[in-house]
């Protein structure tokens, strides 16, 4: 059977600095898959790269069997979806925000879907026709998120996207983000210093350093017996007990 | 005006250097090369007109539209660096702008087709169009590089190169045309425009000067949005590369 994703030796420098050193991973099923590290290793920059927002020096990528070479980077994108950090609004209202996909693909706009995952992240009650500008931090990120998820990617690359939300809002997002892996058979590829939040969402575990993958591992064992001397010292720079914020 | 009379304006000249020594500005040298350039340069071209003039023949007129155009590209062009083969888009965009434009005012009988008429407001609208696309160029540098975020966005959620920029597009197409606008809504209550001071001093009638004027007032218009529209449109993809990614500027 062909792997949802391949990503083959993928290497990145800026100028001198190596930032991804002939990065190989697999995807074979969907699932929930963090990518843990310190700062600095090359994970943003491997989402970039997945998302084809950068190009890599080296290496390839395969989606279905394709290489990225041969799929329009427009299609890959609706795909393979993006989320940063830093959540960033487009002009016009939140209903603009939710539209922009419909717009964008000239597809009709799924109402009722929309509403469904607002009120997923307890944005039941927020008006759509307030100024994108005038949200919250949080509730900008929470946006992002539902206009993402509206274009059904199959592969949602998530940067650090609970990262500036309140324990509530953040629970809602991890909510809705299993419920989304498991009812549309979709892999969530989620960038989180928090090692709890790892522990408990994910499947799987990318150990990165160097910009290298240093293991790839099920999340249980990951955080039960870790293969490499380099992912016991990450993990051992939190105490368990306190395992809901940065390691850094 | 005699060569004497002339040589008596060099007096403005020595008050700008004089100027530039005493509040040591170190710009003497740069007056000097301009002073000399620009009284070599008109003089030539003054004699080139009546050349073109009394020859009268298309082939001459063309050669100078074309140098016109052929300067006024890569002048615009300084405010595209690390915009590949930008130059030949401002040609193209500032081109057609002259095209359409003599095409109305010969085709309308507005203007007169003889080199005097043709040379000195293509001359005009040229230099606007040239002006207008630099402007396009700074704050097209300007939105890229501040709304990089929110074009990336985009990119994200599967658009395509126009889709992304569109905003962009029309935002630095709005202000590379408000010079031109504002200088519509206050002229004559400001300023006194070049070529109609130039037609009442060489002893035309001031309402005809007007009238002229006002012929380049909305032609000015015309070949800012045109060459503006045209730029945007024949250069969006620059800003990108290849495989849909911003392209890194180089300067």
Known sequence: ?248 | MSYVALSFTLIFVMITMLVSMWQKLDLEKDIAIGTIRSAIQLLLVGYVLMFVFKSNHPIFILAILSVMVSVASWNAGKRGKGLRGIRWRIALSIGCTEVLMMALLLGLQIIEATPQYIIPISGMTIGNAMVVSGLYLNHMKREVESNKGEIETLLCLGASARQAIQDSLKRSVKSSMIPTIDGMKTVGLVQLPGMMTGMIVAGADPVEAVRYQILIVFAFTASAAITSIILSLVSYRLWFTKDLRMAPLRD
């Not at chain 1, 995807?27 to 990518?35: N, R």
């Not at chain 1, 395969?62 to 959540?87: A, L, M, N, T």
Request: with cysteine.
């Open chain 1, 1 to 248: 059977m062909t792997n949802i994703l391949e990503i083959n030796q993928l290497s990145k420098s800026y100028g001198d600095k190596p930032i991804l050193n002939a990065f190989t991973a697999q995807i074979a099923k969907p699932e929930m898959i963090s990518l843990l590290g310190k700062s600095g290793q090359g994970k943003s920059t491997l989402l970039r790269i997945l998302c084809r927002l950068e190009a890599q020096d080296q290496g390839g990528i395969q989606f279905h069997g394709r290489s990225y070479e041969e799929v329009d980077p427009k299609e890959w994108r609706k795909k393979i979806c993006y989320v940063s950090q830093q959540s960033y609004m487009l002009p016009g209202s939140v209903e603009d925000n939710l539209r922009t996909v419909s717009q964008l693909h000239k597809t009709p706009f799924d109402m009722s879907f929309a509403k469904e995952l607002m009120t997923s992240l307890d944005l039941d009650h927020m008006d759509w026709n307030k100024k994108s500008a005038d949200l919250s931090g949080g509730e900008k990120q929470r946006v992002a998120l539902v206009r993402s998820l509206l274009l059904r990617p199959e592969i949602l690359l998530l940067d650090e996207v609970t990262a500036s939300l309140d324990m509530q809002s953040k629970q809602a997002v991890e909510k809705l983000l299993q419920d989304w892996q498991e009812q549309e058979g979709a892999t969530c590829v989620w960038i989180t210093h928090d090692l709890e939040q790892a522990q408990r969402l994910s499947h799987r575990i990318w150990f990165i350093e160097g910009g290298s993958l240093l293991e790839d591992n099920d999340s249980h064992d990951f955080f039960e017996n870790p293969r490499t001397e380099s992912a016991r010292n990450y993990l051992q720079l939190v105490p368990k007990e306190g395992r809901s914020s940065c390691p850094m």
